[in-house]
């Protein structure tokens, strides 16, 4: 496996490891709100083959080299440089949501909304390292089905997951909500 592989792998690792607790307490948390439609679990699934299981596939087999794609080597260094940056935003992100992570649009009884570290600058960390993660796996995964596809899925789950989610948040914490969502950036810092 060539060291782009393996630096995508070890991000995936990482990630991984550090979603794991809260993962559990997930599990084991009761809920007071579910909100997540099949479309939204339908396209969570599909994310999924497009950023673990073809290029697991890809990484493991020759099955899909016939859609391979080659890039400057200097590109796969700003993959890496991007595959970082991404997980250090979902690791901050971690450590400031805690146990109000969910997989789901859903609330968790005794929920608290976080408007502290990462979340004071813009609400959705957590897709944001998404959106720099699939960038860095076209760089990294040089090949149509394993590197472009992740980024191909994950803009209709953006959109319906951000949508739903801000209006869960809204109904549950009202203006509260409202105010943060006028301070922040949903990706991006906002200027003032
Ligand atoms: C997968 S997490 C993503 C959180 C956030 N959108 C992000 O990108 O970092 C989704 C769940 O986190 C919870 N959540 C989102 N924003 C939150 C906030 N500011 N404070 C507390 N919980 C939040 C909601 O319960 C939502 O269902």
Redo the contacts with the bound molecule.
């Keep these: 496996m060539g060291l782009l592989k393996i630096v995508y792998w070890a991000g995936m690792l990482i990630e991984m490891i550090i979603r794991w607790p809260l993962r559990k307490n997930w599990r084991k948390t009761p809920k007071v709100?579910k909100?997540?439609t099949l479309q939204e679990k339908i396209l969570l699934q599909s994310l999924a083959l497009g950023m673990l299981y073809l290029p697991v596939i890809y990484s493991v087999t020759d099955w899909l080299d016939f859609a391979d794609y080659h890039l400057p080597g200097w590109m796969g260094g700003v993959g890496i440089y991007l595959l970082v940056c991404a997980v250090i935003i979902f690791g901050r992100?971690h450590v400031d949501?805690k146990k109000?992570?969910?997989?789901?649009?859903?609330?968790?009884q005794g929920?608290?909304?976080?408007?502290t570290g990462?979340?004071r600058y813009?609400?959705?960390?957590?897709?944001?390292?998404?959106w720099v993660w699939c960038l860095a796996q076209i760089l990294l995964l040089q090949n149509w089905l394993a590197g472009p596809l992740g980024l191909l899925l994950f803009i209709p789950f953006y959109r319906l997951?951000?949508k739903g989610?801000e209006k869960?948040?809204l109904d549950t914490?009202g203006n509260k909500?409202k105010d943060?969502m006028r301070r922040t950036g949903s990706?991006f810092i906002k200027m003032k």
Excluded at 100 to 108: F, G, L, V
Excluded at 111 to 115: A, D
């Design positions: 709100e909100r997540s992100a949501l109000n992570w969910t997989p789901y649009q859903e609330i968790y929920h608290t909304m976080v408007t990462i979340y813009i609400r959705h960390p957590m897709y944001a390292s998404q997951r951000v989610e869960m948040m914490f909500y943060y990706i």
